[in-house]
């Protein structure tokens, strides 16, 4: 195994991109780390087919170590390729430790082209992001991809242009806010929604529609039911886990643990975790959309939703907030009352905090375990 620590500088992407290239020939797997990983040895054993272990962020639970074979990684860079335009030049921007860092550097590799590299090692700075755009070539596509918390930074900072110089920006790690997703394209940015995860080598649907030779099925064809991906995308399984490599990868179908519906043209809607729905007062709320809710009021730059127990209640939805204006949030009522007009009284917050970042986990994800702590508090 070939352990590559990743800091977030350019040395430490080229050396990963090394390492990559002799992995996708069929060398020595590679196991990108962030630096100063604890309990970084890994097993010695990963299979020959693996190409690389991507490590996830465990923000559900316990991280796990995903097998990726050479065929699922060049499988999910061809058709995403294919996707947006054709192979072109890219800008890593994101973490290369995690899955959606390593690929823009297998698209690369696969493109023929040196990658652009931000330099993250002292945080996602969008002034930096403008420079390194600029000295992207300029011919050819430019691609790139993001997480949303780095898009609202680019767009609050004002470097719309940098953003809206590249072709594409493929947004993943956690869902893209509509109300992002408008004020980018108001200000000429292509953002594109990638769902996947390490398990399927990265986003392998793109704005709800699934990449070339990629399938998608639910437990519930006309209703919200557990979502179901196969395809060249998959990987082989979790290393030195076969419980949860059997109880994930059956019948060549990955499960995931997320809730979605399929639109008559194809189209899948991810609505949020199977463990997402919060019992309050005996009413099933899923907290995912009462996040969506706030996130429609002008003053709400991000929210995380959360339940909590309570003697009442069973489990209270509770919000933590980050306001446009920290000088000048919005009242907590009109908050909840945005969320009951939108959505009913039980999906009314029953508390409301204001926080001046949301505690995050993994490329961009908000971390509930910490969000709960804080609310607790």
């Known amino acids: 195994m070939n352990v590559v620590e990743v800091d977030g500088t350019p040395d430490a992407a080229r050396r990963l991109m090394r390492a990559l ?9 590679v196991l990108p780390l962030a630096a100063n990983t604890p309990d970084a040895e890994p097993p010695p054993d990963a299979p020959s087919s693996a190409a690389a272990v991507i ?59 040196e990658p652009g590299v931000l330099d993250l090692s002292s945080g996602f700075q969008p002034e930096a992001f403008a420079q390194v755009s600029k000295a992207l070539p300029g011919e050819g596509p430019r691609y790139t991809a993001l997480v949303p918390t780095q898009l609202a930074r680019l767009l ?4 719309a242009d940098a953003a809206a110089s590249f072709d594409a920006i493929i947004i993943g790690g956690a869902a893209l806010p509509t109300g992002l997703r408008e004020r980018a394209e108001d200000n000429g940015v292509r953002v594109i929604s990638a769902y996947g995860m390490s398990e399927t080598a990265g986003g392998c649907v793109y704005d709800g529609v699934p990449l070339d030779g990629v399938r998608v099925a639910t437990d519930a064809p006309t209703e919200a039911g557990r979502v179901r991906l196969t395809g ?40 949020g975790r199977a463990d997402d729905v919060i019992n309050t007062g005996g009413v099933k709320v899923a907290a995912h959309a009462v996040a969506d809710a706030l996130l429609s009021h002008r003053g ?16 209270a939805v509770v919000a933590a907030v980050v306001p446009h204006d920290p000088e000048r949030p919005p009242a907590p009522d009109d908050l909840t009352a945005h969320v009951r007009t939108a959505l009913g009284a039980p999906s009314a917050p029953k508390r409301v905090r204001f926080v001046a970042e949301l505690p995050l986990r993994g490329p961009g994800k908000p971390d509930h375990d910490a969000v709960r702590r804080l609310l607790r508090s």
């Open 55 to 113: 490590r996830t962020s465990g923000s559900t639970g316990t991280p796990k170590d995903v097998l990726l074979s050479a065929r699922a990684l060049t499988a999910s860079a061809t058709a995403t390729h294919a996707r947006l335009g054709g192979p072109g030049h890219w800008l890593l921007a994101t973490p290369a430790h995690y899955i959606g860092g390593l690929q823009v550097l297998v698209r690369s590799l696969l493109a023929g082209t």
């Open 232 to 271: 060249p995308i998959l990987a082989d399984g979790y290393l030195n886990d076969d419980a949860e490599t059997s109880a994930a990868f059956r019948d060549g179908w990955f499960h995931t643990n997320d809730l979605g519906r399929i639109s008559p043209d194809g189209r899948l809607e991810i609505l």
């Open 156 to 159: 609050d900072a004002g470097q």
């Open 21 to 29: 290239t002799d992995a996708l020939d069929g060398g020595d797997t």
């Open 300 to 315: 709400v730059r991000d929210a995380c939703v959360v339940g909590l127990q309570d003697p009442d209640w069973g489990e």
